[in-house]
């Protein structure tokens, strides 16, 4: 065979197998609804071993997938899985999610999502597997500056799902939140409380 006639053989199998998987692969609106049914218990997990519906998760812990999911339809639903590439998916929902931690928030959820896919054969590849976080965390703990701030924080860890004056994308249960607040709140002042210790020492 030829060389010309090997490079136009590889472009039909190329073309052949891009077309087998695209009629096999789900768009992307239709993974994440399949996959939140799964992940809510309304229906059962496709992947081998599964046979009965799954542990539903809770129900602050479902409300951000749904809310995630949401967003994401919106962006890039309308993407055949087997089209959407790691470029296009950051791009458009970099747009959806502006914000560098919402952004990684996002796709930490999203991610396992079409990994979940890959395995039950809706979708060829997880386009989302080679994006990078946007947001690196600082090591710093950031310190509240009075006893009204930390009262605050604390007050705002309540649920906003039936607050009529709170957007549809923040509607969620923030009092999973309230744990970790009152972790970094007791971290703040033990620092600040060691570093002004160490200060006075240092001057005595």
């Known amino acids: 065979m030829l060389a010309g006639q090997a490079t136009l053989v590889e472009a039909a199998n190329h073309w052949l197998e891009t077309k087998q998987q695209r009629e096999n692969s789900l768009t992307v609106t239709e993974i994440l609804d399949r996959v939140f049914a799964v992940k809510s218990g309304a229906t059962v997990s496709p992947l081998p071993g599964a046979s009965r519906k799954p542990r539903p998760l809770r129900d602050a812990t479902l409300d951000n997938l749904r809310r995630f999911y949401a967003i994401a339809k919106e962006a890039i639903g309308g993407y055949h899985s087997a089209d959407l590439t790691t470029e296009i998916a950051k791009r458009e929902l970099s747009k959806a999610f502006?914000?560098?931690?919402?952004?990684?928030?996002?796709?930490?959820?999203?991610?396992?999502?079409?990994?979940?896919?890959?395995?039950?054969?809706?979708?060829?590849h997880n386009p989302l597997a080679g994006i990078q976080r946007e947001h690196t965390p600082s090591d710093e703990i950031e310190v509240l500056h009075s006893h009204e701030e930390a009262l605050a924080v604390i007050a705002a860890c309540r649920d906003y799902r039936n607050d009529s004056t709170m957007p549809e994308n923040l509607k969620v249960d923030a009092t999973d939140a309230l744990p970790a607040f009152l972790l970094m709140i007791f971290a703040a002042f033990v620092r600040s409380r060691c570093k002004a210790e160490l200060g006075r020492r240092l001057t005595e």
């Open 98 to 124: 502006r914000a560098d931690s919402t952004f990684d928030s996002a796709i930490s959820h999203l991610r396992p999502a079409f990994s979940f896919a890959v395995k039950a054969g809706w979708a060829p």
